[in-house]
C-alpha cells in the first residue's frame, strides 16, 4: 500500500478511472439496448450481472497480463501484413457490432421482427451471452490500454471496480432514457457502429484517436437534446 504515499499514483488512479468510465459509455449503451428487450422484472438483473461479468472478466484480465501482453504478437501473416490475437479479437468485436446493430436498426426502421428473434431476444441467457462477448471485446482495449498508464496491477484493479460501480449507479438512468426515446435509440446504435469500425480499423493496425470519435458521440448527443427541447417547446 505504500503506492498511495506517492501523489502519482493518486493521479494514475484517477486518470485510470476516468478512463475506464469513459471507455465503459459504448458497454453501457449495448448493454442498455439488450436489456430493454428483456421483460421489466428481468432488465435489472441483466444490467447488474452484464456489468458485474465485465468486473470480474477484466479483474482475471488484469491478473493475466503476461498473457494479454502476448496476445500482440504476430499469429497470422498475410504477405507483410501480420495479425495478433489482439487484431483478430477486435477486427471479430468489430463484425459483431456492426452486424448486431445494423440488424437493430433495420428492425426498429421497418417495425417488424420475426418470431424466432423475439424469442431469442427476450431470453435472459441469450442476453447475458451478447454482453459477455461485447465485455471480452472491450476489456481487451480497456486492459491495453492501461498498460500504457501504469504497470501497477493494483491501480488497474481498483480503477476498474470505480468504474463498474459508476456504471451500475447510471446504467438504469441511462437504460430508461434510451428506450423512451425512439431517435436516440438510432443514435446509439449508430454510435456502436462507428465503433465497430474503429474497432476494424484498431486490429487493421490503423490507429483512430479515441477523441475523436467521443467527440463526434458528444456532438451528435449535443444536437439530438436541442431538437427533443425544441420538439418539446413546440408541442
Known amino acids: 500500500m505504500e503506492i498511495f504515499l506517492h501523489p502519482d499514483a493518486w493521479i494514475a488512479l484517477l486518470t485510470l478511472t476516468f478512463m475506464e468510465?469513459?471507455?465503459?459509455?459504448d458497454n453501457i449503451i449495448f448493454i442498455s439496448l439488450v436489456?430493454?428487450?428483456?421483460?421489466?422484472?428481468?432488465?435489472?438483473?441483466?444490467?447488474?450481472?452484464?456489468?458485474?461479468a465485465a468486473l470480474i472478466m477484466r479483474v482475471l484480465l488484469l491478473l493475466s497480463i503476461t498473457w494479454i501482453i502476448g496476445l500482440t504478437?504476430?499469429?497470422?501473416?498475410?504477405?507483410?501484413?501480420?495479425?495478433?490475437?489482439r487484431d483478430l479479437i477486435l477486427i471479430s468485436g468489430g463484425i459483431f457490432l456492426l452486424v448486431k446493430s445494423t440488424l437493430e436498426i433495420h428492425h426498429k426502421v421497418e417495425g417488424h421482427v420475426e418470431e424466432h428473434t423475439v424469442k431469442?431476444?427476450?431470453?435472459?441467457?441469450?442476453?447475458?451471452l451478447q454482453i459477455v462477448l461485447l465485455?471480452?471485446?472491450?476489456?481487451?482495449?480497456?486492459?491495453?490500454?492501461?498498460?500504457g498508464l501504469t504497470e501497477q496491477i493494483l491501480l488497474m484493479i481498483i480503477a476498474v471496480m470505480i468504474s463498474i460501480v459508476v456504471m451500475m449507479i447510471?446504467?438504469?438512468?441511462?437504460g430508461d432514457f434510451v428506450s423512451k426515446h425512439p431517435t436516440i435509440q438510432i443514435l446509439a446504435l449508430s454510435f456502436l457502429i462507428l465503433i465497430g469500425v474503429m474497432l476494424i480499423v484498431e486490429g487493421a493496425h490503423y490507429h483512430v484517436p479515441k477523441g475523436y470519435i467521443y467527440?463526434?458521440?458528444?456532438?451528435?448527443?449535443?444536437i439530438e437534446m436541442l431538437n427533443m427541447r425544441f420538439r418539446k417547446k413546440n408541442t
Not at 73 to 85: A, C, D, I, N, R
Not at 135 to 147: G, H, K
Open 170 to 174: 447510471f446504467a438504469k438512468a441511462v
Open 120 to 128: 431469442k431476444a427476450s431470453s435472459f441467457g441469450y442476453a447475458i
Open 135 to 147: 465485455d471480452i471485446i472491450f476489456s481487451f482495449d480497456s486492459i491495453l490500454t492501461a498498460i
Open 35 to 52: 436489456a430493454d428487450k428483456l421483460p421489466e422484472h428481468q432488465q435489472k438483473r441483466a444490467r447488474i450481472g452484464g456489468l458485474a
Open 73 to 85: 504478437k504476430p499469429v497470422l501473416s498475410l504477405g507483410e501484413f501480420e495479425l495478433s490475437w
Open 21 to 25: 468510465i469513459v471507455l465503459g459509455i
Open 215 to 222: 467527440f463526434a458521440v458528444f456532438f451528435s448527443l449535443s
